[in-house]
């Protein structure tokens, strides 16, 4: 485990460590693990980067849920390959954080207890197929406004798995977008079908990036240290201005009747977020939350006999080494 020097406000140093660590920030340079880091900055970044690791986790159960029923082998291979690639995530997230002095069991521990959040848009069902199209195109969308940002973060280990990531979110943004503009231009049912999965991921979707400005408490430390470079609004609007002229042109209208074009601005203009909806599914109330632990719970229970094994053959690798 990696020696963390640690800062508390109680050192005598403190102030000067303080103002050295912000101006290696300024600098543009990295805080590695072992390097000196307020105690606060170490907890900002357990706390980010193990909701982003639970988020890939339980993230690959609504999109796996279609896996046997794709409409095509093709379209199988795709799913099969990306939903493989957030169990990969989620690995590299939890490697992030375990630099900075937490292990993988204690994170574990939170997310199946409950304790732990992770991003409010997986507690929703995936009704049809149309669904994946638009968790592709539009989840993987705004996370990809997201953690383009967060390669850019003051951290290393999570700047550098960031830029990993962002490169196969690329990849999951295209397929779906593909399969979405598939159905937008195919039969009434499948134009319908589409227009049903936009109208139930709109909203979750712009609520992803996070309350407005004015209502997070933790944005104005954490673009103080670099850990955020944008605020949650301008991620959004970001998203936005990307976005909707794309789906309007697709022929998909986003179920915003407010939203608007603001010619001044050059910018998408939305409608009131459904803030209550937001705040009920990050703390447990959202219509899939209790399935998606129980369903993580199952999984960890299932594959204890492969942990013991692992630990089994690591064992007695290292006792050959020794004789
Ligand atoms: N969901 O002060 P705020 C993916 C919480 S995975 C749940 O603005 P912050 C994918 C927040 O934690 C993408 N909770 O917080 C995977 C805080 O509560 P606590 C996941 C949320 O940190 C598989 C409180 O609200 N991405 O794309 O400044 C398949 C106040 O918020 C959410 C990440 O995790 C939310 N959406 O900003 C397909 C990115 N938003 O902790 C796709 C890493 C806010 O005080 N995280 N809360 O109890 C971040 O970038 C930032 O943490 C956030 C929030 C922008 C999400």
Known sequence: MVKLRIGYPEDPDYQERL????ARIARGEKIEPGDWMPAEYRRQLIRMISQHAH??????????AWIPRAPSLRRKLILLAKVQDEAGHGQYLYHAAETLGVTREEMVEALLSGKAKYSNIFNYPTLTWA?????????????????????????GPYSRAMVRICAEETFHHKQGKEAVLLYAKGSPKQRRMVQDALNRWWWPTLMMAGPHDTDSPHTPLLLRWGIKTK???????????????????AGLVPPDPELRYDEKTGHWVHGPIPWDEFWKVINGEGPMNRHRLLARQRAHEEGRWVREALEAYSKRRLAQAAD
């Open 19 to 22: 103002e050295e660590f912000e």
């Open 131 to 155: 669904d994946v199209g638009i968790i592709g195109w539009l989840v993987d969308g705004m996370a990809i406004k997201n953690q383009t940002m967060l390669a850019q973060c003051s951290y």
């Open 55 to 64: 988020s890939e986790w339980v993230g690959m159960l609504p999109e796996g």
């Open 231 to 249: 605020t949650n609004d301008q991620i959004r609007q970001e998203f936005l201005d990307e976005h909707v002229p794309e789906l309007l042109e």
